[in-house]
């Protein structure tokens, strides 16, 4: 099982979005059968094997074991992944193309950017999954607090500069058999647990 799973297939998406599926999908993050499975969320056994088969078609979940009960085989399940992020790509032509107007100081166009890096990443994982291979990235992730607006734009204005600088020194255009790398470099404002909760 992995940690994250990216779903890039727009069927697939839409499958693990249904509220029922969603639960199965949470409470496979240990093996269960339809049985087990039924009696913890609180729907007919036939009802949750509809739903098994549908999450299993699409990759979603996987076969762990076949158990002989009596006349009867129970299938145990588990889900393929802890959790899923579900991949721009699976909008087609209606994901966002952050090469559509890009502006440094749109949130938009931040959001567009994000969605890209998950499509980006997602592609990379599946390849690299299927060639039982890594996938070279590195990430950075905290937090500061700007005591003025002037601040934060000086800010942003010395950190475009120093990625600015890091990028000139190492890119090397004429590098035979090097290989591009893209830098996503975002700023914006934390969202605190008790805004998500005012939201939901």
Same mark, same amino acid.
């Given at each position: 099982?992995?940690?994250?799973?990216?779903?890039?297939?727009?069927?697939?998406?839409?499958?693990?979005l249904?509220?029922?599926?969603?639960?199965l999908?949470?409470?496979?993050?240990?093996?269960?059968?339809?049985?087990? #499975?039924?009696?913890?969320?609180?729907?007919?056994?036939?009802?949750?094997?509809?739903?098994?088969?549908?999450?299993?078609?699409?990759? #979603?979940?996987?076969?762990?074991?076949?158990?002989?009960?009596?006349?009867?085989?129970?299938?145990?399940l588990r889900?393929?992944?802890?959790?899923?992020?579900?991949?721009?790509?699976?909008?087609?032509?209606?994901?966002?193309?952050?090469?559509?107007?890009?502006?440094?100081?749109?949130?938009?166009?931040?959001?567009?950017?994000?969605?890209?890096?998950?499509?980006?990443?997602?592609?990379? #994982?599946?390849?690299? %999954?299927?060639?039982?291979?890594?996938?070279?990235?590195?990430?950075?992730?905290?937090?500061?607090?700007?005591?003025?607006?002037?601040?934060?734009?000086?800010?942003?204005?010395?950190?475009?500069?120093?990625?600015?600088?890091?990028?000139?020194?190492y890119?090397?255009?004429?590098?035979?058999?090097?290989?591009?790398?893209?830098?996503?470099?975002?700023?914006?404002?934390?969202? %605190?647990?008790?805004?998500?909760?005012?939201?939901?």
């Amino acid at each position: 099982m992995f940690d994250v799973a990216v779903i890039e297939d727009a069927a697939a998406a839409a499958v693990s979005l249904d509220p029922v599926r969603a639960r199965l999908l949470a409470a496979l993050a240990e093996p269960g059968s339809a049985t087990a #499975l039924a009696a913890t969320i609180g729907l007919p056994r036939q009802k949750v094997n509809y739903h098994l088969k549908t999450l299993e078609r699409h990759g #979603l979940i996987e076969l762990v074991e076949e158990r002989r009960k009596g006349n009867c085989t129970e299938r145990v399940l588990r889900a393929t992944a802890a959790s899923y992020v579900i991949s721009p790509t699976a909008l087609g032509t209606a994901q966002p193309d952050p090469g559509r107007s890009p502006d440094q100081l749109s949130a938009r166009w931040l959001l567009a950017l994000a969605a890209r890096l998950v499509g980006d990443v997602g592609q990379l #994982l599946t390849g690299a %999954t299927r060639a039982r291979k890594q996938v070279a990235t590195f990430a950075i992730d905290g937090e500061v607090r700007f005591a003025s607006a002037a601040d934060r734009a000086a800010f942003a204005r010395e950190l475009a500069d120093a990625v600015t600088g890091l990028v000139g020194r190492y890119h090397d255009e004429s590098a035979e058999g090097g290989r591009a790398h893209r830098v996503v470099v975002a700023v914006h404002p934390s969202v %605190t647990k008790s805004q998500t909760e005012e939201e939901s």
